[in-house]
């Protein structure tokens, strides 16, 4: 793969405001997340981040502000360019009644197809392609909602790569999963960005994993942003604090040598361990 | 690799397996239509043989003969067809559009509507020949009103089934009051209208009707695809690129526009778009866009064979075909609601 400089599929925000209604979720936000890199986004519950992948994705248009994919403001493209070049995996998708793997799949090349088009060999060749990266080609016509949390997870990564974007939005990919599946779809992930050069931003929840599979890092905190940067130049006993309200030391991952956040024992658990 | 051809095969012999069966299903049911459509040509109070009544569909043998076939049975036959076809097209997509079995252009305000209009048109005496376009007028009419009512929340499922049901009970309420207020001798007509019935179609009803729906079933067919990616939910259809609220009032206009065309030729007939995407799901598993062309012939069958069922098994003279699907929806929606008590479908707002 050759190597792009990471101002290539760059997403930006300035002074983004997302409301709910009355409510503002993201207040005042101004992002950068480089092109051709993983990005992490971390924080409490409820401090934004699937309202900041979903107006990254132009799901919501923003109360104020704007979002730029290499300087263009992805809210004056059509739906479909945007579709061609950024892809997203929601939290909680919805797997249609009976659905088989395959026919999931092909979903993802809608933005591809033209109205009266029938289905190409290019659009085979990405669906076979996705399946094979996914591990998913063996369950091509299982139905999907008789897989395994694991299995259903890979599938939908398999429609978001079918999508063939060079950037991939995921929302919190590893929720639901045990600690096994959780490294495989960060592993699938981490092997994307590698040998597919795609650009991957993802909601996650386990800062230790975050250091591990992200090259940047952007901390939210009640919609605005705490900190942003290389995990290893980010993740403190402080920011912990400050974001997350725990107590905490951060040492070196002994595997990797990314920060590792170990909370400090409450007194109640200490003691009762040493009695 | 071993395991690897292994697995390839077993799956490809799955998806011949379902390929199989979608294709015995079509043919059961284009085998069934012929039938139903000979016996429809052919009994009655004059009985012919079958290929007497085919030569007389084409305008030869027996003056009498072809006078039968040509005027009477031939644009009931097709008028039931066209009207069956379009209900259960018009239901499956309903069904999917609104993630809920119970989901018809019953629900939706269109026969409503559509009721609305003819009854309104028999009301001022209008001739027969306009009641047809009054009904196409009526449930396109409550569409549009269903459309004003929901689009400010940004078409929501949940909003548009509620507005739905209230546009019906106001539709219903208007046409009971109409007929209360009618003389009796047009009440009765009227009546008779309101149950469903293809009594008395003539050709020129059903070229009209039928050539538009031709055409609004291939509409469905292309949109499909849209129709798919809406079943992703909002989030995962829009970040394919979809519009999705435009992609829903396309998907809801091709159903009320199929819908009211039913209407139009055979009245609010009841039950067919409830109870045949249910029926197609049972034959053929998950919805495909082969399923949706499946669901118009497993629509026209069950009209036509209950139109059958009225003019010559039922032992009453002249009920209308809306009274047999009527009969058989009731218990339908017992056993939909029975089979119900345990959630199959998420619903997603």
């Known amino acids: 793969m050759t190597a792009r400089p990471d101002t290539v599929n760059q997403l930006r925000t300035e002074a983004l405001d997302l409301r709910y209604g009355d409510r503002l979720v993201v207040g005042g936000l101004d992002l950068t997340l480089p092109g051709g890199a993983v990005t992490a986004i971390v924080g409490p519950n409820a401090c934004g981040k699937s309202t900041l992948l979903r107006g990254l994705s132009r799901l919501l248009s923003p109360a104020a502000g704007t979002v730029t994919l290499d300087g263009s403001d992805i809210h004056r493209m059509s739906a479909k360019t945007l579709a061609l070049r950024l892809g997203l995996l929601p939290q909680q998708p919805v797997t249609p009644e009976a659905i088989t793997v395959e026919a999931l799949v092909r979903l993802g090349r809608y933005p591809h197809q033209r109205l009266l088009a029938p289905w190409s060999t290019a659009d085979q060749r990405a669906v076979d392609d996705a399946l094979e990266r996914t591990g998913t080609t063996a369950l091509r016509d299982q139905p999907v909602d008789r897989l395994s949390g694991g299995q259903r997870q890979r599938a939908w990564i398999a429609l978001a790569l079918a999508q063939d974007t060079e950037l991939l939005l995921l929302d919190e990919p590893t929720t639901f999963l045990d600690l096994r599946h959780q490294l495989d779809v960060l592993d699938l992930v981490a092997a994307l960005h590698a040998e597919a050069g795609r650009t991957v931003v993802m909601v996650l929840h386990d800062l230790g994993q975050a250091a591990r599979y992200a090259d940047h890092m952007v901390v939210l905190k009640d919609g605005r942003l705490a900190a942003a940067g290389a995990p290893a130049d980010v993740l403190d006993a402080e920011l912990v604090k400050s974001v997350f309200d725990v107590d905490c030391r951060v040492i070196p991952d002994p595997e990797t040598g990314t920060p590792l956040v170990i909370p400090r024992g409450s007194a109640v658990r200490h003691s009762a361990a040493t009695a | ?349």
């Open chain 2, 1 to 349: 690799m071993t395991s690897a051809a292994l697995f390839a095969r077993t799956t490809s012999s799955a998806r011949i397996r379902l390929r199989r069966r979608v294709l015995l299903c079509a043919s059961c049911g284009l085998v069934a239509l012929f039938a139903l459509l000979s016996v429809a040509l052919t009994t009655g109070e004059m009985g012919m043989p079958a290929g007497t009544a085919l030569r007389a569909l084409v305008g030869l043998g027996d003056p009498g003969d072809v006078l039968v076939v040509q005027q009477f049975r031939a644009p009931r036959a097709f008028a039931a067809i066209v009207a069956g076809a379009g209900l259960g097209v018009a239901g499956c997509v309903l069904q999917r559009l609104f993630r809920n079995p119970l989901a018809s252009p019953d629900v939706m305000g269109v026969t409503g509507g559509a009721s609305l209009g003819a009854v309104s048109l028999i009301a001022a005496g209008a001739s027969q020949t306009l009641i047809p376009v009054g009904a196409l007028a009526g449930g396109l009419l409550s569409a549009l009103l269903l459309g004003v009512f929901a689009w400010r929340s940004g078409v929501a499922v949940t909003r548009l089934v509620l507005t739905g049901l209230a546009v019906q009970a106001g539709l219903a309420a208007a046409v009971n009051l109409l007929i209360v207020r009618f003389p009796a001798e047009l009440a009765g007509s009227a009546l008779q209208w309101t149950t469903g019935s293809v009594y008395g179609r003539t050709w020129t009803e059903v070229w009209g009707a039928g050539g538009a729906m031709v055409a609004a079933l291939a509409v469905t067919l292309v949109l499909h695809r849209r129709l798919a990616v809406l079943d992703l939910g909002d989030d995962s259809a829009g970040a394919l690129g979809l519009s999705t609220s435009a992609a829903r009032l396309q998907l809801l206009f091709v159903a009320v526009v199929l819908a009211s065309l039913a209407a139009a030729l055979a009245g609010p007939v009841t039950f067919v778009a409830l109870a045949v995407p249910h029926i197609v799901r049972f034959l053929t598993g998950p919805p495909t866009a082969v399923s949706l062309a499946l669901a118009g012939l497993t629509g026209a069958v069950l009209l036509l064979a209950s139109d059958l069922v009225v003019q010559h098994l039922l032992p009453v003279e002249g009920l209308p075909v809306g009274a047999v699907t009527a009969t058989l929806g009731a218990p339908w929606l017992l056993v939909l609601m029975f089979r119900q008590s345990k959630p199959v479908h998420r619903s997603h707002a």
